[in-house]
T-cell receptor
């Protein structure tokens, strides 16, 4: 079975501080992609960052970066210099072939 | 460029009525997905198409649900008859061909409430 686990239902961070959201996944595949999606109250699913499993270098997009540990099947998201607009649900997703498998999400609150 | 376009954005209907959700994928994308999001079950795949052909419909809950893709630029998800437990946000998404890394882009969702 292919599963994605987000063990933190809720997280909070002070504005301008750094927060890390955790994600683990279970797979027997060797080649796949991992994604973080953001879902604000509008419910739109917005791509934050993606990681290719065959690349050892961690992906970075501005204030967002990942810590990808393939052997541990771990894919955490670090948000630096948190902003009020970062408040949202964050979903980790795993893509072995055609489909995306989602975690249950982490609700991030940003405290002014 | 236009993203994935879904309609209606919001719909409230009475139990037993037919509901049709519509989706226009991003031009050139040949994969189209329908997802459903509920508090209880999270995000789950209902069905996906490749080149207008349904590939995996194992997530379709029951016979009341049907999906079609008559051409590369249009898909529908129909619920007949609708039930209160069908209340959810339904997302349409699309992507380019099979390579594993192609990002799946989502529409803004259709919020369905069945009363």
């Amino acid at each position: 079975a292919q599963t994605v686990t987000q063990s933190q239902p809720e997280m909070s961070v002070q504005e301008a501080e750094t927060v890390t959201l955790s994600c683990t996944y279970d797979t027997s595949e060797s080649d796949y992609y991992l994604f973080w999606y953001k879902q604000p109250p509008s419910r739109q699913m917005i791509l934050v960052i993606r990681q290719e499993a065959y690349k050892q270098q961690n992906a970075t997009e501005n204030r967002f970066s990942v810590n990808f540990q393939k052997a541990a099947k771990s894919f955490s998201l670090k948000i630096s210099d948190s902003q009020l607009g970062d408040a949202a649900m964050y979903f980790c997703a795993y893509k072995p072939r055609d489909n995306l498998f989602f975690g249950t999400g982490t609700r991030l609150t940003v405290i002014p | 460029d236009a993203g994935v376009i879904q309609s209606p954005r919001h719909e409230v209907t009475e139990m037993g009525q037919e509901v049709t959700l519509r989706c226009k994928p991003i031009s050139g994308h040949d994969y189209l997905f329908w997802y459903r999001q509920t508090m209880m079950r999270g995000l789950e795949l209902l069905i996906y198409f490749n080149n207008n052909v349904p590939i995996d419909d194992s997530g379709m809950p029951e016979d009341r649900f049907s999906a079609k893709m008559p051409n590369a630029s249009f898909s529908t998800l129909k619920i007949q008859p609708s039930e209160p437990r069908d209340s959810a946000v339904y997302f349409c998404a699309s992507t380019f061909s099979v390579t594993k890394g192609n990002t799946i882009y989502f529409g803004e969702g259709s919020w369905l409430t069945v009363v």
